[in-house]
Nanobody, 127 residues
Framework: QLQLVESGGGLVQAGGSLRLSCVASEFTLDNYAVGWFRQAPAEKAYEGVSCISDSGTYYAESVEGRFTISRGNTKKTVYLDISDLRPEDSAKYYC?????????????????????WGRGTEVTVSS
């Protein structure tokens, strides 16, 4: 079974940058769509911020222009580069994956389709 591990979170000042990594164990992520989600402190809901599939990359409006999702060369890693961090970006960030059901699959920023989840990495942005 696919296992995902996130890393790269930390405490950052507003305006700073971070690179979050999502690494898959055993399997490559070629045939998976991968999304990044976040859960703000005291919030129950997950916010989808970005996803990547063979059809392209997609972003929530709230992060467009500041977040960049990409696949690593090893094909077992997906990155989320975050720039111009804001206090409202503080959250636990999770990566999630699903087996791409068809070529050209458009990934979604809702949690429902994703079958595999990591345990998250914490990002705290100080003002």
């Amino acid at each position: 079974q696919l296992q995902l591990v996130e890393s790269g979170g930390g405490l950052v000042q507003a305006g700073g940058s971070l690179r979050l990594s999502c690494v898959a164990s055993e399997f490559t992520l070629d045939n998976y769509a991968v999304g990044w989600f976040r859960q703000a402190p005291a919030e129950k809901a997950y916010e989808g911020v970005s996803c990547i599939s063979d059809s392209g990359t997609y972003y929530a409006e709230s992060v467009e222009g500041r977040f960049t999702i990409s696949r690593g060369n090893t094909k077992k890693t997906v990155y989320l580069d975050i720039s111009d961090l804001r206090p409202e970006d503080s959250a636990k960030y999770y990566c999630a994956a699903l087996i791409r059901p068809r070529v050209g699959y458009v990934c979604y920023l809702g949690v429902a389709p994703y079958d595999y989840w990591g345990r998250g990495t914490e990002v705290t942005v100080s003002s």
